[in-house]
């Protein structure tokens, strides 16, 4: 069973670094992570690091059941992925799942159901590390893609593999 450890906060705070308010930022308004755009009435220049690790125990962590998953690093690598680019995190979780297994065992519908959820129990027990490469793959994928998609987001594309291989 995951748990939303020290580490796991450690690293997204420095992921996430302080307050942002770019342009090329589709959350719009950003500290910690948080964006405006998901919590259009708080007041993002002064949200504490103590109110921003709470929102993403409750918000991410709880809410999308990850202390179901065995495994903590694959926990953490969805984690991170949700503050990153929400529910498409999962959809990349469930075809890595799929790709691992070599056959279309889950639907790709975004949602971290039970059957999800055994599937990534199972392949982690196989093979913890070739799950996370393929998942790293599957974001390194969704990445390039909405950059191919959305020229404004091109800049951010660097920034954003390198938070998958660093």
Same mark, same amino acid.
């Given at each position: ?30 500290? #910690? ?8 009435? @708080? ?7 103590? &109110?921003?690790? *709470? !929102? ?45 297994? #070599? ?8 949602? @971290? ?7 990534? &129990?199972?392949? *982690? !027990? ?41």
């Amino acid at each position: 069973m995951a748990e939303f450890s020290q580490q796991i906060k450690d690293d997204i705070i420095e992921k996430e670094k302080g307050y942002v308010n770019s342009v090329n930022d589709r959350g719009g308004e950003t500290k #910690y992570g948080i964006s405006k755009r998901q919590y259009p009435t @708080l007041d993002i220049k002064n949200l504490s690091k103590e &109110n921003a690790l *709470t !929102i993403y125990q409750t918000d991410y962590w709880e809410k999308y059941n990850l202390p179901r998953i065995n495994s903590q690093l694959i926990a953490s690598v969805i984690f991170d992925m949700l503050v990153n680019m929400g529910s498409n995190a999962i959809r990349c979780a469930q075809r890595a799942v799929n790709h691992c297994e #070599y056959a279309m065992v889950l639907k790709i519908d975004g949602v @971290l159901g039970n059957l999800t959820i055994e599937e990534i &129990n199972s392949v *982690t !027990i196989k093979n913890e590390t070739w799950l996370k490469d393929r998942i790293d793959l599957e974001r390194i994928i969704f990445y390039t893609s909405l950059a191919n998609r959305d020229p404004s987001q091109r800049t951010n594309l660097r920034g954003w593999i390198n938070r998958v291989i660093l």
